[in-house]
């Protein structure tokens, strides 16, 4: 399956999550929705390539170990079969009209795979005010100053950190008011 996923997405990682989800959550049910959602989150937090991230995430989920590394040759061999027979074949393959119109043809169909991807994942999630204004910011700052999507992602996770224990630390102010009102 992920031989499959790895063949036919075109685009890079971002690319992916929609067929990754058809195939895992929606057509073998091995996930949940919610599962597969904090799944992107997390390997997003960690570096290297969405797809290898995910896809040995997912492999291990699902297989243990032995699922990991069977996911993550599956999505890269497809790349690197293609990759090899290019430059084996192909000297300048980037030169002949035919592959330049594949890729025009190919880019539209990549950036709605990646729109569908975020308003799915955007639909399914259980928004909080703190997690709307982090992603409102990201934008604004990703939009208009350009600024780094490294330096968002841990703009993004610092703030998250500071929202979690702004919210713990008032949990517990208000549990010890009750406990002393009930003495």
């Known amino acids: 399956m992920f031989f499959k996923i790895g063949l036919f997405t075109f685009g890079g990682g971002y690319a992916m999550i929609p067929v990754m989800e058809k195939e895992l959550v929606d057509n073998h049910k091995w996930l949940k929705k919610e599962d597969f ?7 997003q937090a960690v570096p290297g390539p969405i797809a290898f991230n995910m896809s040995i995430y997912l492999g291990y989920e699902v297989e243990g170990f032995l699922g990991a590394l069977v996911s993550v040759i ?24 035919i592959i330049q119109n594949m890729f025009r043809g190919i880019r539209p169909a ?11 994942i955007a639909r ?5 005010w703190s997690m709307a ?7 604004i700052l990703n939009t208009f100053l350009g600024l780094n999507p490294i330096y968002l992602i841990i703009m993004s996770f610092a703030l998250s ?6 919210k713990r630390k008032g949990f ?12």
């Open 37 to 43: 959602i904090d799944c992107i989150s997390l390997t």
């Open 74 to 97: 599956g999505v890269a061999l497809p790349s690197v079969i293609i990759i090899v027979t290019i430059a084996a074949f192909f000297a300048n393959f980037t030169e002949y009209e």
């Open 110 to 120: 990549v950036v709605a795979l990646i729109a569908y991807a975020a308003v799915n």
């Open 124 to 128: 399914h999630l259980k928004w909080t």
């Open 133 to 139: 204004c982090i992603a409102v910011a990201a934008l």
């Open 161 to 166: 950190i500071i929202v979690y224990f702004m």
């Open 172 to 183: 517990k102010a208000h549990q010890k008011s009750e406990d002393r009102d009930s003495d």
